[in-house]
């Protein structure tokens, strides 16, 4: 079999295939056997698609197939050290994104979130986009009051029939009770107007109780990543203000439940930890426990004051 060197291009006779040298040269050359099977071609593998924007990530909704977050740190972050790894990428709240979800489920998604987990959902969750978290708080609290108001009235309305069995049996003695003055003003126009003006009370609330907690973690140089992520923390914690419905001890639930969710989701929306979001929190709580002391130590010292302790009365010489 003749051959020929691709390097000084001399012809040779050789009687097998495969690496052998050139015997004028000394190159190394390859004589591949035509007789031999050709190889498979490699498979090409393509790569995952990219979400699109809001598609369920690791965290909330179902992940896309083969997903993983980019490499490169969010903006806000900041330099991250040598060898750290980078914090998990934002991605919109399943309320935020009700247009493809659904009203329904996304308002149950993100209130589950932001209940149950609020330190994984305040550490992701997208603070560009307070409109919904807004939505979400005012809604929650909306829906909460209404329900507190229906169950406040028809217990109102039972404990004034109450009181006028008692008023007739005691001729009409009980109607100059202070109690009883209170719970007749309980009226059906009154429960109306509270009705009306829920949205816009619970609109302001979240906007009122947002600027507080923003305006005491600035004091604490707490807040770096402004006002916006204090207000998404702010809007969808105030969605556990929907257990106010509960009768009776709802609000005490849901005012502590909200205090727990609100530190934990400060502290991870601005990157500052618990403490400063503690300080935040309940430093309102404590001055408004201060000045409740405060109005009832004056009320104990005015009836130590009062006619009461000016000596026992007069004699009348009986």
Same mark, same amino acid.
């Given at each position: 079999?003749?051959?020929?060197?691709?390097?000084?291009?001399?012809?040779?006779?050789?009687?097998r295939f495969g690496t052998q040298a050139c015997p004028k040269c000394g190159s190394e050359i390859y004589l591949p056997d035509p007789g031999a099977a050709a190889p498979a071609p490699v498979a090409q593998v393509e790569p995952p698609p990219f979400p699109p924007q809001g598609a369920g990530g690791p965290g909330w909704g179902a992940p896309l197939p083969g997903w993983t977050p980019p490499a490169v740190p969010p903006p806000g972050w900041g330099a991250l050290p040598p060898g750290a790894v980078p914090p998990p990428a934002e991605q919109s709240a399943p309320f935020a994104e009700r247009a493809r979800r659904g009203f329904f489920h996304g308002f149950v998604d993100t209130w589950k979130l932001a209940a149950i987990e609020p330190a994984r959902f305040f550490r992701q969750v997208r603070?560009?986009?307070?409109?919904?978290?807004?939505? $979400?708080? @005012?809604?929650?609290?909306?829906? %909460?009051?209404?329900?507190?108001?229906?169950?406040?009235?028809f217990t109102a309305s039972a404990t004034i029939n109450i009181?006028?069995?008692i008023t007739r049996r005691m001729d009409g003695r009980v109607d100059s009770l202070p109690l009883a003055q209170i719970i007749r003003g309980f009226t059906l126009q009154s429960f109306i107007a509270q009705a009306i003006a829920t949205p816009i009370l619970a609109l302001i609330a979240v906007y009122l109780t947002a600027s507080v907690f923003h305006l005491l973690l600035l004091v604490v140089h707490g807040a770096p990543r402004? $006002?916006? @992520?204090?207000?998404?923390?702010? %809007?969808?914690?105030s969605g556990i203000f929907l257990i106010r419905a509960l009768p009776v001890c709802g609000a005490v639930i849901a005012m502590v439940w909200f205090a727990v969710a609100a530190i934990q989701g400060l502290g991870e929306a601005q990157r500052t930890g618990t403490g400063k979001a503690a300080f935040a929190v309940l430093m309102p709580v404590l001055l408004v426990f201060l000045?409740?002391?405060?109005?009832?130590?004056?009320v104990g010292l005015a009836g130590l004051n009062g006619p009461h302790s000016a000596g026992p009365p007069p004699s009348t010489g009986i």
């Open positions: 079999m003749r051959a020929r060197c691709f390097r000084c291009q001399e012809t040779f006779d050789t009687d603070i560009s986009e307070t409109r919904s978290a807004v939505l $979400f708080g @005012a809604l929650a609290l909306t829906l %909460g009051n209404w329900v507190s108001l229906v169950f406040g009235y009181v006028g069995q402004g $006002f916006d @992520a204090t207000l998404t923390v702010v %809007g969808y914690a000045c409740f002391c405060a109005v009832a130590g004056m």
